[in-house]
Structure formats: structure tokens, C-alpha cells
């Protein structure tokens, strides 16, 4: 490692550099620190040059010449700190605003190298390089900046406490560019301080940092500048460091977002039928993002447009009594999301709040100490209502208000504790969850992660008629989870408490009434780049489930095999035995389950999930046999155009009579035309048959229908100079059929245009 000299204009050494001075001495080199905020001899001091860059991912600014330097020297998947396969460099410098970030990635044959243009987060499939920091030096987290060989942007946070888990719902405002050449590619990225959150003080900083590229060929090979090693469980901490950023300032980093939304939205209020044609909305709207400091944000959104722009993907909802889970993709709840997880349950789930008028929301951490605030009205008050043999929907005809206020501290390396607070309240209804959760490392292998929280319930008298509940319900929740985890291996064990009058009306907590049990494990073994499967192992694991009245809901037993190699090829691969109680029997289910990837060309991935086996027919209370194949393809016909394609199937069946078919089609086509400017195309296709003989029913009006089809397509063109500054426009309709209707009828249809425009203030 060569030791970089400071461009500073005093001559004096301060501490940092000494320290980095009798390293390069000494020798002395480490791959882990012990305390957070102690600088490690693989800490360079990083560059700093008052000359900012042309972002065109051409090296031609002589400001390159005099940055921090560090090669991607070591390949960790699927080796192991080995030797990289190809050279890399990477290159940083910075200025009293932005970090400026340049990669050399070399290539022996560069006619290989993958690249398409990408809308933002969907370039995994390419080539790309980047960066990963942590700007707290807790080695608890950090922020990811990923740009592909044509300039495509992707950017996460991450968070290390225990395991390396992302969250790919973050964004930023941030320059990239890519450029391919003869010699492999060249990535330029110019990251704006107030993108990141980072401690304030006036004094030189530490920063872990690694620089890392993703080389996909016959086998995906993870590159990168530090040499990382499986047994320590802590991955940041096994970063290089950076040295220096001495009174950075994020800016004003106040930021305005207008929003104009347009739409207009067409039922049949009788199908068949004649159309009713809406009037044309009209909402303007405001988004303001406030960077009080460094490391404390406030969010602000009046009158916003929290319409989805792409619809979900499909997921089929025959034969299950258990609402279906639909991600946040709605960018006011998505800054400083994480803020608000907590350790075992999902208590916030701000896809809840469905059309909210105003919302606030204050996120930040100072040292050790990360907090987050947020209030808002919601005029669809619907919320889960648990249960031990299923959950529903409960929806509230009126307005009401939402807040949810979470508070955590670290402790030590790798210790935290938090508490959670969630409300909401309407005229004669209110739901409020107190939890305290927390992590505790028993050694460098073992943590225990624990949660606990009390809810209290007033139901109003629509609820209590619909769903047979109380006016009050009060009761408590517990999970606590231990683990062990090595380079080849790991054991789990958890157990859970969860009331029958316990509600998470904010977030998605679907069961209720249960004490459950977990003991499972999982053995990895390892293998080299050129074998034919560089990596395998099984993993399994026993569970048991009681009601709060100690009679048994379940025991499960699972093993599962699991293989990867050449092609990109993955498959997870298992039996599943469970005795199972529903509807007042109990029930033996037995099944084999299946999923495998690969990519027989550069440019397509095939898959499919299988399932097969004995499964209960919830309908009618009885046990029938299931076949489940879940096929997709996505493929990258050219760099413009994608096709993403995937089909569910589903059937039932008992004493070899068909109880129902079910399939689904979700076909998506984007055609990029440059880096900012997309067409995107979705048809999604669902088709049930059920055979109504073969149903239990005591009425003639709970007759299901023989055939129920269903769709709905979208048409949305989207020019995106950054993720708040956007224009869209697109064409939405979807229709249906019934036993009642000779064919399928479209019954809804809306136009929609936006528009928004963020100030950087």
C-alpha cells in the first residue's frame, strides 16, 4: 500500500496522518478494527482538489492525476480473498461539496462486457462498478452508488449489524456517467455531500470504504479493494478507510419539489354497459426535503400525488387465507425508511397510509443516538385483522390520523436498543403499539435479537359486527431469536409469543394467537471460480405452533438442498412435512418444492419455482393434491429493449376431480431510448376455473363462479433527469368476467399525467 500524501496546506502532521505514517513504517497492517473510531493502518488519506469534473465518464480533467488510488485487488465470490481475474482501479477525490469517484475497469476481451441502458436500481444484470461507505465509521452501516458501463444509476442503503442486508428503496441525487473502450470500460460518479448523512463536526473524519465491481461471465465474480474474510461476521469493518474531509458541509440542502398531477378516471358503473366519464383532476402538490443538518432530515408533503406509477407484479390469491404483501414504492415513505425497522416484526408498513393529505416526517442520528418521527392524515383507513387461521381486510368509511415515532441507540461495536410507537385514531377507533427491541452480540458468532410490544384496540361498532371482535382488545407480542453463525455454517433458534387480541394496525402483522417455536441450521460448503458448482450446502429446519389455549396449529419439518455454478446457475431445492390444523381438523401435508436460475445466453435468465404435494383445500375443509409452476424469462434483446415475463400456475385437486386451475400472466416491456427517457408496457392476465360441484356451499349465493378472468393494462412513458425531478405520461384500464358475462368487459380506464421538478436550494 503506498501511503498518499495530504493536500493540505499546513505542514504539521495532525494525528491521522501520524498514525499513518507508523504504519507505513512498521508495516503493520490490519484487516479489522476493534473499535469503530480507531484509524486502521489500510487507511489512505484522501485527496482533496478545489476542481470539480465534467461528468462524461472520460479521464481527461488532470485532477485524476493527483487522486486517492486503490486497485480492486482481491475477488471474495466465489473465492475467497483470492487474486482478482482482471485489474481494476479506482480513484477518489473531493471538494468542499461532492465526492468525486472514477473506476478503470480492465477487460481482456471487451466485446464481452454486458451493458444495456437501465432505469435507475435495474442494472444487476450488467457489468457495474462502485462504491460502498460508511460515513459514521460505526460499521453499522452505509450507502451504495453502483453505475454500469453506459452511466445506469443504482443506489442502497445497507446495513451491517447482522449480515450484510440492503435496502434497495433508497435514493439520491447524484452525477454518473460510463463509457466503453478498448480496453474494458470507464465509470465517472460525482455524489453531492448533501446525498449523504454524515456526523457534524468541523475536525477531520473516518470513513470505511471499499470500491467493488461485479464481473458477470459463465460464473458472477464479486471484486473488491479489500480482502474480505468469511469467518468475521462484520463486513465494513473489514473495509479500507479514508482519512480526512475536513469541515465538509452538506450545504443548504433544502430542497423543493413542486408536483402538477392530471388525471381522469372512467368506470361502468353496469357492465356490460356505457361508459361514466370522470371529470379531469387536477392536483398540485409540494415536497420539501430539509437537511437541518448533516445528519437530520425533515420531510414535508402537501396535497401529494402517492398514485403507483408501474403496477405491482402479480401474485395469485386462490386457495389462501392470508392477505397479500405489496412493497412501499412511494417516494415520501421511502426516504429514511429504515429509520423505522425494528428487529423481529413489521410494525411499520407505510403502504397502510393509502391517500394521506399532509405528512411529516423528521429522521437523523447523532453518534450512537437514530430517531424518526412521522405524522399524517389518511382518508382510507383500512388494517389487518389477525388471526391463527388466516387475517382480513377491515376498511373505515372516514379519516384518520397517523403517528409513528422510533427512537434507537448503539451500544458498544455492535449492541443497540430501540423502542417503537405507532398510532392511529378515528372518530370511534384508535389502535396503539408501544415495542422495545433490541441486538445483543454475545461474541464475534452469537447474537440474540429480541422484541417486545403491547397494543391497545378500540374498535368502532362496523368492525365489531363484521369480524366477531370486542370493542376493546388489548393484549402483548414476544420474539426473541438467537444465532450462531460461522464461515460454514449457522443455528437458529426462535420463539414467539403473539396475543390473540395483539393488532399492528400500521403495520403488516398478519397472525395473531399463536406461540410458535423454530430450531434450524444451515452447513455451506465452497468451491473455485471454475468448477462446475462453486458453491453448495443444505439447510433446514423444525417448527411448532400452538394457540394461546395450548392446542397445536402446526408442526413443521423442512430440508433443503442448494447449488450455484456456471450459467450464473442457483437452485434451492426441498420436502416439507407439516401436520396441520384448520377449520377444527387436522391435516398431513407433504411436498416437494423446487426453484432453479440460469443463464444459457449473456443476455437471458430463465427460471422457475415447482411445488407439488399434498395441501389443504381451505374452501372446503379437506386435503387435496397441489401443483404449482412458476416459470419466468426476462431478456435484454438489444441494449434498449427488455422483456420481463412471467406465468403462475395453480390447481386443486381431490379424489382426482379438478377443484380449481388457476393462471397468471405479467408481461412487462421497456424500451429505453437513453439513459433518461423509457416506454414502459405491462399486461397482467388472471384466469380461475373451479369446478362448482366440487364445493362445499350452504346457500346458492355462495356458489363460486365456474370461470373468473380478470386484467388490466398500462401503457406509462417517463423522462427521469434525477428520482424527483420527472415527467410521465400513461394510459391505465383493466376489466373482468364472471359466470354472469359472455366475455371479459372492461369496466375501468384512466389517463394520467405528472409532472415535478425538485430545487436544490
Partial sequence: MSLQKPLAKSKRFSLPYKKLLFCALTGLFTSSSVFAQEIRCNSQVLAEINQPISVDGVLDEASWKNATKMELEYENNPGEGIPAPVKTEVYFYHDAKSLYVAFKAFDPEPSKIRASLRDRDALWADDNVGIIVDTFNDERGGFEFFVNPLGAQADMKMDDTNGWNEDASWD???????????????????????????????GEKIWNIAGWRNYPRDVRMQLATYKRDRN???????????????????????????????????????VPGDWDEGN???????????????????????????????????????????????????????????????????????????EPDVGLK??????????????????????????????????????????IARYKVDIGERNNIGVLMTHRDADDYNNTLL????????????????QVARSETTNPELVVEDFDVAEEQNDQAFSVNYAHSTRDYNLRANYSNIGEDFRADLGFQSRSNIERVVLGGRRNYYGDSDDTFNRWGYFGDWDKTYDQDGNMLEEEYEIHGNLQGKKQFFTNFGLVHRERFYDGEYFNENQFMMFAKFKPLANVEVGNFFRIGKQIDFANTRLGEVLDIEPFIEWDVNEHLNVDF???????????????????????IGYQFDMRSILKFVVQYTDIERNPELY??????DRPDKRSRYFSTQLIYSYKINPQTLFFVGYSDGGYQDDNLDQLERNQRTIFTKFSYAWQL
Fill in 646 to 668: 412471467r406465468y403462475n400456475y395453480s390447481q386443486l385437486e381431490f379424489e382426482d376431480s379438478r377443484i380449481f386451475t388457476a393462471h397468471q400472466s405479467d408481461i412487462r
Fill in 280 to 354: 379531469v383532476d387536477i392536483e398540485p402538490g409540494l415536497d420539501i426535503r430539509w437537511g437541518i443538518t448533516q445528519d437530520i432530515i425533515l420531510n414535508a408533503t402537501i396535497n401529494p400525488d402517492f398514485s403507483q406509477v408501474e403496477a405491482d407484479a402479480g401474485q395469485l390469491d386462490v386457495n389462501n387465507t392470508y392477505s397479500l404483501f405489496f412493497p412501499e414504492k412511494r417516494p415520501f415513505f421511502l426516504d429514511g425508511a429504515s429509520y423505522f425497522d425494528t428487529t423481529n416484526f413489521n410494525f411499520v408498513h407505510t403502504r397502510n397510509i393509502a
Fill in 435 to 450: 415495542s422495545v427491541d433490541g441486538t445483543y452480540w454475545l461474541s464475534q458468532n452469537d447474537n440474540i435479537r429480541y
Fill in 172 to 202: 439520491a441525487i447524484w452525477d454518473s456517467a460510463g463509457k466503453i473502450t478498448d480496453f474494458g470500460y470507464v465509470v465517472e460518479m460525482s455524489i453531492p455531500f448533501s446525498s449523504l448523512r454524515f456526523p457534524e463536526n468541523d
Fill in 362 to 403: 423528521l429522521t437523523g442520528k447523532n453518534n450512537e443516538h437514530s430517531y424518526g418521527v412521522m405524522l399524517a392524515n389518511d382518508n382510507n383507513t383500512s388494517f389487518l385483522m389477525p388471526g391463527n387461521q388466516g387475517s382480513d381486510l377491515a376498511t373505515l368509511d372516514e379519516e384518520s390520523r397517523v403517528a
Fill in 232 to 270: 468475521i461476521k462484520c463486513n465494513l469493518c473489514q473495509f479500507q478507510q479514508i482519512v480526512g474531509l475536513k469541515d465538509i458541509k452538506s450545504g443548504n440542502n433544502f430542497q423543493l419539489t413542486p408536483t402538477l398531477t392530471m388525471s381522469r378516471q372512467d368506470e361502468k358503473p353496469n
Fill in 696 to 701: 362445499n356451499y350452504e346457500n346458492i349465493d
